[in-house]
């Protein structure tokens, strides 16, 4: 089992920045990623970044450019560095856990934080 922890959440105003962490502990495998996503009021849950064990990024369209996603894989820990901010990224942000087995994933969902971008 997998416990997946989010911090660093927040109000801030636009044009404004934000760093997000994500810890995971327990049974973590060597092959795995680790990503934020994030759900608005209303709207499905979708991709802002991921990241690989091995260092590979992808990140949403509407955040390419202004976020950047780092790990620390002696920690298992995960980080989401926020610039630029707009209204339209106000959401929960969730982290996810990815274990990877014989080509087969498995989750691990946080309890999400709650970013807001408002003046």
């Known amino acids: 089992q997998v416990h997946v922890v989010e911090s660093g959440g927040g109000l801030v105003q636009p044009g404004g920045s934000l760093r997000l962490s994500c810890a995971a502990s327990?049974?973590?495998?060597?092959?795995?990623?680790m990503g934020w996503y994030r759900q608005a009021p209303g709207k499905q849950r979708e991709l802002v970044a991921s990241?690989?064990?091995?260092?590979?990024?992808n990140y949403g369209y509407s955040v390419k450019g202004r976020f950047t996603i780092s790990r620390d894989n002696a920690k298992n820990t995960v980080y989401l560095q926020m610039n630029s901010l707009k209204p339209e990224d106000t959401a929960v942000y969730y982290c996810?856990?990815?274990?990877?087995?014989?080509?087969?994933?498995?989750?691990?969902w946080g309890r999400g934080t709650q970013v807001t971008v408002s003046s």
């Open positions: 990241i690989t064990s091995g260092g590979s990024t």
């Open positions: 996810k856990q990815t274990n990877w087995d014989r080509g087969i994933g498995h989750d691990y």
């Open positions: 327990g049974s973590i495998f060597s092959i795995n990623a």
